[in-house]
């Protein structure tokens, strides 16, 4: 419990870095990856091999890692503090979130890495 | 020496109402729910990344997944939510070039507010149409 007080600031930072991250960049890349693709309308920009392209160079990787595991820091922040609110306490919301966070960096580096 | 007592006070408690009586509650409420979807989002995308690593056949199969009506539907959700979350965040980010900071504003701005709201918003609508500019190989 002590932990979690101690290291407020850090998820503070991830908590804003997230906001930012995600205000940037997560609607572009919803609309353009989850709808527009799909829907054919980006054929040639989001074919396999410029895709591929995009994501596995070095700019692209720290882009994902970058705003994926940002926006999960975020957001595991604010609904830590949703369910504070909503009466569920300090400890089972922290860690759930956090933990859930912790969990989505991982298996971000994980993926992106493995391109 | 014996330090000071603590300070009693009683515990917190919700105020009347909460949480959907009054709009100020709602939309909090609404805008910490944009983690939920956001969250979706993250992994919606990391199901994107594991499509690439997995080569061009995977990475259609996924493509075509999100095709589907009901991942169409999620996402679109997915996106309302997030747009009600960049849009909020930037208004909020609009106090900054007024007072130089979050928070009371020392002296009325010379322009409206709302027009300093533009800004901030104004700015990430910009970063979304170079990413999808870059998506859709006009730029790189």
Known sequence: MNLIHKLEPLFWMLFGGGGFAASFFLPGLLI???????????????AYDRAYGLASSGTGRVFLIAVISLTLWHCAHHLRHLGLDLGLGTTVPALASYGLALVGTVATFTLVLAL | MSSPARTRTLPARAPDGWIFRYSHYRNYILFAATSVFMAIACVVL????????????????YLAALGSPAMLL????VLLFTLYFALRFGWVGRKIPAGGKIGPIPLAPPVPMALLGLVPIGGFVTLWIVVLLVLGGAIL
């Open chain 1, 32 to 46: 353009g990856v989850c709808l527009l693709a799909p829907l054919g309308v980006f054929e040639s920009g989001l």
């Open chain 2, 74 to 77: 999620l996402n679109s959700v």
């Open chain 2, 46 to 61: 990391l199901f994107g990344v594991r499509a690439l690593a997995g080569g061009e056949q995977a990475w259609n199969d």
